[in-house]
Every structure is written in structure tokens, then in C-alpha cells.
């Protein structure tokens, strides 16, 4: 979760309340593709804020281990 982090701008990047988000495993692979996808073509700073690729990059580590852990314990 972003919480881990300090952003700037507290009222863009509240920790108020949370939200869960339910998909299966084609979906989250999907989803993973497409954050590697904003990972590469990030178009750094200052047109972005460098907390974004920071957050980007911890996004990509917690999904990635989501789907290794599926793959274990489905023996994929």
C-alpha cells in the first residue's frame, strides 16, 4: 500500500480509507504487464513526481509476488 510512503501532496495521495480489489489470475497478470509498462515508459521527473516511480516500482514487487505465490501453490 502507498502508505508506506510520503507524497507531497497529502489531499492527491490520501490514506483515509482503502479500497480491495478482487481479479483472478489472468487479470492480475495482465495488470502486471501493464505496470511494467508504466515503469518503462515513465516519463520522469519533474514532469512526473518522483514518488510515482517510487510507488510504481513497490506496485510492480507486490504483484510480481502475488503471482509467484499463485504459481506455488497452484504448482505452475
Not at 502508505?3 to 495482465?30: A, C, H, K, P
Not at 516511480?53 to 504483484?63: G, H, R
Request: aromatic share 18%; hydrophobic share 30%.
Amino acid at each position: 500500500m502507498y502508505d508506506e510512503y510520503e507524497f507531497e501532496d497529502n489531499e492527491r495521495w490520501s490514506t483515509d480509507w482503502y479500497v480491495q480489489l478482487n481479479m483472478g489470475i489472468d487479470e492480475l497478470r495482465m495488470f502486471y504487464a501493464h505496470i511494467c509498462y508504466s515503469v518503462e515508459t515513465w516519463p520522469g521527473s519533474p514532469a512526473r513526481p518522483p514518488e510515482e516511480q517510487e510507488y510504481l516500482m513497490s506496485l510492480k514487487y507486490k504483484t510480481y509476488a502475488m503471482i509467484m505465490e499463485h504459481d506455488f501453490h497452484e504448482g505452475n
